[in-house]
Protein backbone atom coordinates (compact mmCIF):
# COMPACT_ATOMS: atom_id res chain seq x y z
CA UNK A 1 0.00 0.00 0.00
CA UNK A 2 1.45 3.03 -1.01
CA UNK A 3 1.87 5.33 2.36
CA UNK A 4 -0.55 8.12 3.06
CA UNK A 5 0.19 11.82 3.47
CA UNK A 6 0.64 13.16 7.69
CA UNK A 7 -2.69 14.26 8.67
CA UNK A 8 -3.02 18.04 7.50
CA UNK A 9 -2.19 19.71 11.02
CA UNK A 10 0.23 17.03 12.23
CA UNK A 11 3.16 18.83 14.07
CA UNK A 12 5.72 19.48 11.04
CA UNK A 13 8.95 17.46 12.52
CA UNK A 14 11.96 18.60 10.27
CA UNK A 15 11.45 22.21 10.12
CA UNK A 16 14.58 24.46 11.76
CA UNK A 17 14.11 25.56 14.62
CA UNK A 18 14.95 29.80 15.29
CA UNK A 19 18.46 28.73 16.97
CA UNK A 20 19.23 26.80 14.05
CA UNK A 21 18.52 29.39 11.29
CA UNK A 22 20.19 31.99 13.24
CA UNK A 23 23.23 29.96 13.69
CA UNK A 24 23.04 29.38 9.84
CA UNK A 25 22.66 33.36 9.16
CA UNK A 26 25.55 34.45 11.41
CA UNK A 27 24.01 37.84 9.73
CA UNK A 28 21.01 37.46 11.81
CA UNK A 29 21.44 37.54 15.68
CA UNK A 30 18.74 37.58 18.78
CA UNK A 31 19.29 40.34 21.53
CA UNK A 32 17.24 39.62 24.40
CA UNK A 33 16.32 43.51 25.16
CA UNK A 34 16.33 45.07 20.79
CA UNK A 35 15.25 41.21 19.72
CA UNK A 36 16.41 40.45 15.75
CA UNK A 37 18.84 42.31 14.92
CA UNK A 38 20.15 42.50 11.10
CA UNK A 39 24.19 43.24 10.87
CA UNK A 40 24.13 45.48 13.96
CA UNK A 41 20.41 47.15 13.46
CA UNK A 42 17.68 46.49 15.45
CA UNK A 43 14.90 45.30 13.00
CA UNK A 44 11.94 46.93 15.30
CA UNK A 45 13.89 49.98 15.20
CA UNK A 46 13.56 49.79 11.50
CA UNK A 47 9.68 49.20 12.00
CA UNK A 48 9.06 51.07 14.03
CA UNK A 49 10.38 54.35 11.80
CA UNK A 50 9.37 52.90 8.55
CA UNK A 51 6.45 50.63 9.25
CA UNK A 52 5.43 47.46 7.61
CA UNK A 53 5.39 45.41 5.26
CA UNK A 54 8.79 46.65 4.57
CA UNK A 55 12.32 45.38 2.98
CA UNK A 56 15.23 45.33 4.82
CA UNK A 57 18.41 44.33 2.83
CA UNK A 58 22.17 44.05 4.76
CA UNK A 59 24.84 45.67 2.38
CA UNK A 60 27.62 44.32 4.30
CA UNK A 61 25.98 40.85 3.99
CA UNK A 62 25.66 41.37 0.03
CA UNK A 63 29.63 42.26 -0.01
CA UNK A 64 30.85 39.76 2.12
CA UNK A 65 29.01 36.74 0.09
CA UNK A 66 30.61 38.81 -3.38
CA UNK A 67 33.81 38.58 -1.69
CA UNK A 68 33.55 34.99 -0.61
CA UNK A 69 32.07 33.85 -4.55
CA UNK A 70 35.30 35.76 -6.18
CA UNK A 71 38.12 34.67 -3.78
CA UNK A 72 36.66 31.28 -4.01
CA UNK A 73 37.32 31.76 -7.97
CA UNK A 74 40.88 33.19 -7.66
CA UNK A 75 41.77 30.42 -5.13
CA UNK A 76 40.54 27.80 -7.18
CA UNK A 77 42.93 30.13 -10.52
CA UNK A 78 40.08 30.67 -12.94
CA UNK A 79 40.55 33.56 -14.87
CA UNK A 80 36.73 34.55 -13.96
CA UNK A 81 34.66 37.81 -14.40
CA UNK A 82 31.34 38.05 -11.93
CA UNK A 83 28.14 39.51 -13.76
CA UNK A 84 25.14 40.39 -11.22
CA UNK A 85 21.89 38.64 -12.44
CA UNK A 86 19.87 42.08 -12.13
CA UNK A 87 16.43 40.03 -12.31
CA UNK A 88 17.38 38.56 -8.64
CA UNK A 89 17.47 42.64 -7.19
CA UNK A 90 17.29 44.94 -9.47
CA UNK A 91 17.43 48.35 -6.89
CA UNK A 92 20.08 50.60 -8.22
CA UNK A 93 21.37 50.95 -4.74
CA UNK A 94 21.87 47.02 -4.64
CA UNK A 95 23.58 47.12 -8.28
CA UNK A 96 25.84 50.20 -7.54
CA UNK A 97 27.24 48.56 -4.25
CA UNK A 98 27.92 45.02 -6.36
CA UNK A 99 29.64 47.72 -8.90
CA UNK A 100 31.97 49.22 -6.43
CA UNK A 101 33.14 45.45 -5.96
CA UNK A 102 33.77 44.82 -9.15
CA UNK A 103 31.05 43.34 -10.58
CA UNK A 104 29.69 43.86 -13.99
CA UNK A 105 25.77 43.33 -14.64
CA UNK A 106 23.87 40.38 -16.20
CA UNK A 107 20.57 41.89 -17.93
CA UNK A 108 17.43 40.77 -19.65
CA UNK A 109 15.46 43.67 -20.96
CA UNK A 110 16.29 46.83 -22.05
CA UNK A 111 14.51 48.56 -18.71
CA UNK A 112 17.55 45.98 -16.77
CA UNK A 113 20.21 47.81 -19.47
CA UNK A 114 18.83 51.17 -18.55
CA UNK A 115 19.54 50.45 -14.68
CA UNK A 116 23.15 49.13 -15.20
CA UNK A 117 23.96 51.78 -16.95
CA UNK A 118 22.19 54.56 -14.65
CA UNK A 119 23.58 52.42 -11.51
CA UNK A 120 27.15 53.21 -12.88
CA UNK A 121 28.17 49.81 -15.19
CA UNK A 122 30.41 50.10 -17.57
CA UNK A 123 28.36 49.32 -20.82
CA UNK A 124 31.52 46.75 -21.55
CA UNK A 125 30.50 45.02 -18.40
CA UNK A 126 27.38 44.27 -19.42
CA UNK A 127 25.89 41.24 -20.65
CA UNK A 128 22.54 40.54 -22.46
CA UNK A 129 20.64 37.47 -21.66
CA UNK A 130 16.96 36.13 -22.56
CA UNK A 131 15.22 34.25 -24.96
CA UNK A 132 12.60 37.35 -26.53
CA UNK A 133 15.29 39.99 -26.98
CA UNK A 134 13.38 42.46 -29.45
CA UNK A 135 14.77 44.73 -32.18
CA UNK A 136 14.48 47.65 -29.80
CA UNK A 137 16.49 46.01 -26.87
CA UNK A 138 18.70 44.34 -29.66
CA UNK A 139 19.27 48.42 -30.94
CA UNK A 140 20.01 49.79 -27.52
CA UNK A 141 22.81 47.24 -26.50
CA UNK A 142 24.25 47.71 -30.03
CA UNK A 143 24.41 51.44 -29.45
CA UNK A 144 25.44 51.03 -26.12
CA UNK A 145 28.26 48.75 -27.16
CA UNK A 146 27.94 46.36 -24.22
CA UNK A 147 30.54 43.65 -23.90
CA UNK A 148 28.42 40.53 -24.80
CA UNK A 149 25.22 39.03 -26.34
CA UNK A 150 23.89 36.11 -25.54
CA UNK A 151 22.08 34.97 -28.39
CA UNK A 152 19.98 32.07 -27.56
CA UNK A 153 18.68 31.22 -31.69
CA UNK A 154 19.57 30.87 -35.02
CA UNK A 155 16.21 33.17 -35.65
CA UNK A 156 17.95 35.73 -33.11
CA UNK A 157 21.62 35.77 -34.42
CA UNK A 158 19.68 36.45 -38.21
CA UNK A 159 17.95 39.64 -36.79
CA UNK A 160 20.88 40.70 -34.80
CA UNK A 161 23.34 40.55 -37.94
CA UNK A 162 21.23 42.58 -39.67
CA UNK A 163 20.64 45.16 -36.80
CA UNK A 164 24.24 45.50 -36.67
CA UNK A 165 25.37 45.60 -40.00
CA UNK A 166 22.75 48.47 -40.73
CA UNK A 167 23.86 50.33 -37.24
CA UNK A 168 27.87 50.01 -38.68
CA UNK A 169 28.21 47.82 -35.44
CA UNK A 170 29.61 44.87 -34.04
CA UNK A 171 28.11 42.27 -31.95
CA UNK A 172 29.88 40.73 -30.14
CA UNK A 173 28.24 37.43 -28.99
CA UNK A 174 28.17 33.98 -27.27
CA UNK A 175 25.83 31.11 -28.32
CA UNK A 176 23.55 30.23 -25.33
CA UNK A 177 23.42 26.60 -25.90
CA UNK A 178 20.84 24.23 -23.83
CA UNK A 179 22.62 20.96 -22.65
CA UNK A 180 19.92 19.23 -21.92
CA UNK A 181 20.49 18.42 -18.37
CA UNK A 182 18.04 18.66 -15.53
CA UNK A 183 19.00 20.79 -12.95
CA UNK A 184 16.78 18.73 -10.52
CA UNK A 185 15.45 22.57 -9.14
CA UNK A 186 11.53 23.58 -9.43
CA UNK A 187 9.97 23.17 -13.06
CA UNK A 188 9.74 26.60 -13.32
CA UNK A 189 12.94 28.11 -13.04
CA UNK A 190 14.90 25.26 -15.06
CA UNK A 191 16.28 26.21 -18.02
CA UNK A 192 18.66 23.70 -19.52
CA UNK A 193 16.18 21.38 -20.11
CA UNK A 194 15.50 20.05 -24.22
CA UNK A 195 12.08 20.82 -23.64
CA UNK A 196 12.53 24.24 -22.03
CA UNK A 197 12.51 27.60 -24.33
CA UNK A 198 15.92 28.31 -23.76
CA UNK A 199 19.23 28.13 -25.96
CA UNK A 200 20.08 26.35 -28.79
CA UNK A 201 20.35 22.22 -28.86
CA UNK A 202 23.54 21.62 -28.13
CA UNK A 203 24.00 19.40 -31.37
CA UNK A 204 23.39 22.18 -33.38
CA UNK A 205 25.72 24.84 -31.68
CA UNK A 206 28.92 23.78 -33.81
CA UNK A 207 27.23 23.96 -37.16
CA UNK A 208 25.50 27.58 -35.85
CA UNK A 209 28.57 28.76 -34.50
CA UNK A 210 30.33 28.54 -37.68
CA UNK A 211 27.56 30.15 -39.78
CA UNK A 212 27.71 32.95 -36.94
CA UNK A 213 31.77 33.85 -37.89
CA UNK A 214 30.67 34.37 -41.41
CA UNK A 215 27.27 36.74 -40.85
CA UNK A 216 28.42 40.46 -41.36
CA UNK A 217 28.26 42.70 -37.72
CA UNK A 218 28.94 39.09 -35.80
CA UNK A 219 31.70 38.80 -33.70
CA UNK A 220 31.48 35.65 -32.02
CA UNK A 221 33.52 34.70 -28.61
CA UNK A 222 32.69 31.96 -26.63
CA UNK A 223 29.36 30.44 -25.43
CA UNK A 224 26.97 30.90 -22.91
CA UNK A 225 24.81 28.06 -20.52
CA UNK A 226 22.27 28.55 -17.44
CA UNK A 227 20.60 25.47 -16.66
CA UNK A 228 17.89 27.04 -13.95
CA UNK A 229 17.81 28.39 -10.57
CA UNK A 230 18.13 26.97 -7.02
CA UNK A 231 20.18 24.20 -7.80
CA UNK A 232 21.26 22.58 -4.46
CA UNK A 233 23.73 19.91 -6.29
CA UNK A 234 27.21 20.46 -8.21
CA UNK A 235 26.11 17.41 -10.05
CA UNK A 236 23.84 19.18 -12.46
CA UNK A 237 26.34 21.88 -12.85
CA UNK A 238 29.11 19.26 -13.78
CA UNK A 239 27.55 17.52 -16.64
CA UNK A 240 26.63 20.83 -17.98
CA UNK A 241 30.11 22.23 -17.81
CA UNK A 242 31.37 19.26 -19.21
CA UNK A 243 29.58 19.54 -22.13
CA UNK A 244 30.20 22.97 -23.01
CA UNK A 245 33.54 21.94 -22.38
CA UNK A 246 33.46 19.04 -25.29
CA UNK A 247 31.86 21.75 -27.65
CA UNK A 248 34.68 24.10 -27.04
CA UNK A 249 37.18 21.65 -27.90
CA UNK A 250 35.04 20.01 -31.04
CA UNK A 251 35.20 24.20 -32.35
CA UNK A 252 38.72 24.90 -31.80
CA UNK A 253 39.58 21.61 -33.84
CA UNK A 254 37.39 23.10 -36.49
CA UNK A 255 38.85 25.83 -36.58
CA UNK A 256 37.07 28.48 -34.57
CA UNK A 257 38.04 30.66 -31.85
CA UNK A 258 36.59 30.16 -28.56
CA UNK A 259 37.78 32.98 -25.69
CA UNK A 260 35.10 33.02 -23.15
CA UNK A 261 32.82 30.53 -21.76
CA UNK A 262 29.73 32.18 -19.77
CA UNK A 263 28.55 29.56 -17.44
CA UNK A 264 25.54 31.11 -16.10
CA UNK A 265 24.24 31.35 -12.66
CA UNK A 266 22.00 29.23 -10.39
CA UNK A 267 24.00 28.54 -7.21
CA UNK A 268 21.00 27.85 -4.26
CA UNK A 269 20.60 28.63 -0.77
CA UNK A 270 19.42 26.68 2.01
CA UNK A 271 16.48 28.52 2.90
CA UNK A 272 15.44 25.70 5.29
CA UNK A 273 19.07 24.81 6.17
CA UNK A 274 19.18 22.05 3.63
CA UNK A 275 22.72 21.47 2.59
CA UNK A 276 23.65 23.59 -0.04
CA UNK A 277 26.90 23.72 -2.12
CA UNK A 278 28.77 26.96 -1.89
CA UNK A 279 31.26 29.28 -3.54
CA UNK A 280 34.31 26.39 -3.09
CA UNK A 281 32.52 23.54 -4.71
CA UNK A 282 31.44 25.73 -7.60
CA UNK A 283 34.43 26.74 -8.66
CA UNK A 284 35.98 23.17 -8.00
CA UNK A 285 33.86 22.00 -10.73
CA UNK A 286 34.30 24.90 -13.14
CA UNK A 287 38.30 24.23 -12.50
CA UNK A 288 37.75 20.62 -13.33
CA UNK A 289 35.80 21.19 -16.77
CA UNK A 290 37.82 24.30 -18.19
CA UNK A 291 41.24 24.34 -16.14
CA UNK A 292 43.17 23.19 -19.64
CA UNK A 293 40.55 25.11 -22.08
CA UNK A 294 42.07 28.73 -21.93
CA UNK A 295 38.90 30.21 -21.55
CA UNK A 296 37.82 33.58 -19.70
CA UNK A 297 34.91 32.75 -17.43
CA UNK A 298 31.97 34.51 -17.31
CA UNK A 299 29.51 33.59 -14.01
CA UNK A 300 25.36 35.18 -13.48
CA UNK A 301 25.13 35.29 -9.57
CA UNK A 302 21.69 36.95 -8.20
CA UNK A 303 20.26 34.76 -5.43
CA UNK A 304 23.16 33.30 -3.68
CA UNK A 305 24.71 37.01 -3.58
CA UNK A 306 21.06 38.80 -2.27
CA UNK A 307 18.76 36.29 -1.12
CA UNK A 308 20.45 35.79 2.36
CA UNK A 309 21.05 39.59 2.63
CA UNK A 310 17.28 40.54 2.88
CA UNK A 311 13.73 40.46 4.89
CA UNK A 312 10.53 41.10 4.49
CA UNK A 313 9.49 43.04 8.11
CA UNK A 314 5.73 42.34 8.98
CA UNK A 315 3.07 42.63 11.60
CA UNK A 316 0.13 40.34 12.49
CA UNK A 317 -2.89 42.01 11.53
CA UNK A 318 -5.01 39.59 13.88
CA UNK A 319 -5.46 35.64 14.24
CA UNK A 320 -7.63 33.43 14.15
CA UNK A 321 -9.11 29.31 14.60
CA UNK A 322 -11.12 27.91 12.26
CA UNK A 323 -12.19 24.44 11.58
CA UNK A 324 -8.90 23.48 13.81
CA UNK A 325 -6.48 25.46 12.00
CA UNK A 326 -4.82 28.68 13.31
CA UNK A 327 -4.00 31.22 11.39
CA UNK A 328 -1.88 33.97 11.77
CA UNK A 329 -2.63 36.82 9.38
CA UNK A 330 -0.17 39.16 7.96
CA UNK A 331 0.01 42.83 6.64
CA UNK A 332 2.60 41.75 4.03
CA UNK A 333 0.62 39.51 1.36
CA UNK A 334 1.37 37.78 -1.96
CA UNK A 335 1.33 41.01 -3.73
CA UNK A 336 4.82 41.42 -2.05
CA UNK A 337 6.64 38.36 -1.56
CA UNK A 338 5.14 35.78 -4.36
CA UNK A 339 7.73 33.10 -4.40
CA UNK A 340 5.34 30.96 -2.14
CA UNK A 341 2.37 30.92 -3.90
CA UNK A 342 4.28 30.89 -7.46
CA UNK A 343 6.39 28.23 -6.58
CA UNK A 344 5.82 26.89 -3.02
CA UNK A 345 8.77 28.17 -2.21
CA UNK A 346 9.25 27.88 1.86
CA UNK A 347 10.95 30.85 4.16
CA UNK A 348 11.39 30.87 7.28
CA UNK A 349 9.48 32.93 9.73
CA UNK A 350 11.04 34.13 12.57
CA UNK A 351 9.73 36.61 15.45
CA UNK A 352 11.39 39.93 15.90
CA UNK A 353 10.54 39.64 19.43
CA UNK A 354 13.47 37.77 21.96
CA UNK A 355 10.69 36.81 23.99
CA UNK A 356 8.64 35.63 21.33
CA UNK A 357 11.59 33.70 19.44
CA UNK A 358 11.80 31.19 22.15
CA UNK A 359 7.93 30.73 23.65
CA UNK A 360 5.93 27.23 23.16
CA UNK A 361 5.10 26.39 19.84
CA UNK A 362 2.52 25.48 17.80
CA UNK A 363 1.30 24.79 14.12
CA UNK A 364 -0.18 27.99 12.54
CA UNK A 365 -0.71 29.01 8.77
CA UNK A 366 0.68 32.53 7.74
CA UNK A 367 -1.31 34.30 5.30
CA UNK A 368 -1.76 37.31 3.88
CA UNK A 369 -4.62 39.76 3.76
CA UNK A 370 -4.85 39.49 0.25
CA UNK A 371 -8.60 37.88 -1.68
CA UNK A 372 -7.12 34.56 -2.32
CA UNK A 373 -6.62 31.38 -0.85
CA UNK A 374 -2.97 31.12 -2.77
CA UNK A 375 -1.87 34.44 -0.61
CA UNK A 376 -0.37 31.98 2.06
CA UNK A 377 3.34 32.02 3.23
CA UNK A 378 3.25 28.70 4.61
CA UNK A 379 1.60 26.07 6.30
CA UNK A 380 1.20 24.09 9.45
CA UNK A 381 4.23 26.02 10.82
CA UNK A 382 5.50 25.73 14.11
CA UNK A 383 5.07 29.51 15.76
CA UNK A 384 4.32 31.02 19.35
CA UNK A 385 0.95 32.27 20.01
CA UNK A 386 1.60 35.61 18.40
CA UNK A 387 -0.56 38.58 19.27
CA UNK A 388 -1.91 41.55 17.39
CA UNK A 389 0.95 43.74 16.22
CA UNK A 390 3.33 41.40 16.98
CA UNK A 391 6.23 41.97 14.18
CA UNK A 392 8.27 38.97 12.22
CA UNK A 393 10.63 38.93 9.40
CA UNK A 394 10.12 36.29 6.46
CA UNK A 395 13.97 35.53 6.00
CA UNK A 396 16.30 35.12 2.83
CA UNK A 397 14.05 37.66 1.00
CA UNK A 398 16.73 39.74 -1.05
CA UNK A 399 16.08 38.05 -4.27
CA UNK A 400 12.56 37.72 -6.40
CA UNK A 401 11.11 39.50 -3.34
CA UNK A 402 10.25 43.46 -4.12
CA UNK A 403 11.47 42.46 -7.62
CA UNK A 404 8.50 40.48 -8.26
CA UNK A 405 6.23 42.74 -6.04
CA UNK A 406 2.38 43.87 -7.47
CA UNK A 407 -0.12 46.59 -6.89
CA UNK A 408 -2.67 43.95 -6.66
CA UNK A 409 -5.75 44.49 -4.31
CA UNK A 410 -4.81 48.69 -5.03
CA UNK A 411 -2.24 47.36 -2.31
CA UNK A 412 0.84 50.03 -2.30
CA UNK A 413 4.42 48.72 -3.14
CA UNK A 414 6.49 48.43 0.44
CA UNK A 415 9.48 49.88 1.50
CA UNK A 416 12.78 49.39 1.17
CA UNK A 417 15.84 49.96 3.63
CA UNK A 418 19.37 49.58 2.99
CA UNK A 419 21.39 48.76 6.34
CA UNK A 420 25.19 48.78 6.42
CA UNK A 421 26.73 47.66 9.58
CA UNK A 422 25.21 49.95 12.70
CA UNK A 423 23.46 52.44 10.07
CA UNK A 424 20.67 52.11 7.63
CA UNK A 425 18.68 54.25 5.39
CA UNK A 426 15.19 54.50 2.91
CA UNK A 427 16.53 53.51 -0.64
CA UNK A 428 12.62 53.63 -1.70
CA UNK A 429 9.79 55.37 -0.18
CA UNK A 430 6.36 53.54 0.51
CA UNK A 431 4.36 53.75 -2.33
CA UNK A 432 1.22 56.65 -1.57
CA UNK A 433 -2.21 55.50 -2.52
CA UNK A 434 -2.82 58.34 -4.64
CA UNK A 435 0.72 56.79 -7.03
CA UNK A 436 -1.35 54.07 -7.12
CA UNK A 437 -3.55 55.60 -10.27
CA UNK A 438 -1.27 58.16 -11.26
CA UNK A 439 -0.67 58.33 -15.06
CA UNK A 440 -4.27 56.83 -15.22
CA UNK A 441 -7.08 58.44 -18.02
CA UNK A 442 -10.77 57.85 -17.97
CA UNK A 443 -11.75 58.57 -21.67
CA UNK A 444 -14.80 61.22 -22.44
CA UNK A 445 -17.19 58.28 -23.31
CA UNK A 446 -16.71 57.02 -19.81
CA UNK A 447 -16.98 59.76 -17.92
Known amino acids: MAPTSPPRHAPPTDDPTVAELLAARPHLTMHAMDGLVLESVPLNRIADAAGTPT ?79 SERDLRLALAEDIGQINVESAEELDMLSALAAGMGRIARIALRVNPDVDAATHAKIATGRAGDKFGIPWADAAALYARAAALPGIAPTGLATHIGSQILSLAPFRAAYARIAALVAGLRVAGQSVETVDCGGGLGIPYRNEPAPGPNGLAGALRAAFHNLDVRLKLEPGRWLVAPAGVLLSTVVLTRQTAGTRFVVLDAAMNDLIRPAMYDAWHAVVPLSAADAVAPVTPADIVGPVCESGDTFA ?34 LAAEIMVDGARWAVIRDRQTHAALWQGERVPDFVA
Do not use: C
Open 55 to 133: WVYGAGTMRARYRSLAQALATAGLNAELHYAMKANDHLAVIRLFAAEGAGADVVSEGELRRARAAGIPPAHIVFSGVGK
Open 379 to 412: RNRLLPLLARNARVAILDAGAYGSVMSSTYNARP
